[in-house]
């Protein structure tokens, strides 16, 4: 069955520290790949993108994600979190084939919480 | 990006009710998804829609549950009869052909007593 996995469900840190979260997808052939953030009570917004060309992406707010295709993932990356990057980080995957019908397919969810 | 307007944000129905969340897309966006949202998982598609057309249902459940999208107006998506497994958060999104990005609502927060 189509999947995207994300392993971390929940994550503390400390503002400045380093952010790593995994995503992996289980589709062959080629993908579009998108990190998603919703802010508490808020809708979900693109971070970042990755549809074709250099696998390091970079997004809004200082995050990036880097497309490795032989480990099927494209994990999220930020150097040093902000207590304003509290939220829930949705990884999601789009098949890009002739039938493909443009939906994606979301993980569910890692929920971040950056303490001062 | 406030150009995906859905209503009602919260909902409240009785079992046995219907309910009808309403979603209208981005301007200048033709395609229009339907996900839901239940606590502690991700977000699970239900829906593709253009207009007067459904382009892809694999994801809503076999009874209760339809979409349209009129020539005119919103799109609906319709819960007949509910039931307290339907409270759930509803998404609405919007894209363009074949970009693969979509641009979300705020959400439609159904709770079903």
């Known amino acids: 069955a189509q999947s995207v996995s994300q392993h971390n469900h929940h994550v503390i840190l400390s503002e400045a520290a380093s952010l790593e979260l995994g995503c992996n997808y289980s589709?062959?052939?080629?993908?579009?790949l998108f990190w998603y953030v919703q802010y508490p009570g808020q809708h979900l917004q693109l971070l970042l993108k990755?549809?074709?060309?250099?696998?390091l992406v970079k997004g809004i707010k200082g995050f990036e994600a880097e497309f490795i295709k032989s480990k099927f993932s494209f994990n999220l990356r930020k150097p040093s979190v902000q207590w304003s990057d509290t939220a829930e980080y949705f990884c999601?995957?789009?098949?890009?084939?002739?039938?493909?019908?443009?939906?994606?397919?979301f993980g569910t969810g890692t929920l971040l919480a950056v303490q001062p | 990006n406030a150009g995906v307007m859905q209503n009602p944000r919260h909902l409240v129905r009785r079992r046995g009710q219907e309910a009808r969340l309403r979603c209208s897309p981005m301007?200048?966006?033709?395609?229009v998804y339907w996900y839901r949202q239940l606590p502690e998982e991700g977000l699970k598609f239900m829906v593709y829609?253009?207009?007067?057309?459904?382009?892809?249902e694999s994801g809503m459940p076999k009874e209760r549950f339809s979409a349209e999208f009129p020539k005119e107006g919103p799109s609906i998506l319709r819960i007949q009869q509910v039931v307290r497994g339907d409270s759930a958060a509803y998404f609405c999104?919007?894209?363009?052909?074949?970009?693969?990005?979509?641009?979300f609502g705020e959400g439609s927060r159904l709770t079903v007593l």
């Open positions: 999104a919007s894209g363009l052909a074949n970009t693969g990005e979509l641009f």
């Open positions: 829609l253009q207009k007067e057309n459904i382009i892809d």
């Open positions: 990755y549809f074709s060309g250099d696998p």
């Open positions: 589709y062959g052939g080629t993908v579009n």
């Open positions: 999601a995957v789009r098949r890009n084939y002739g039938g493909a019908t443009n939906k994606l397919i």
């Open positions: 301007k200048g966006h033709s395609h």
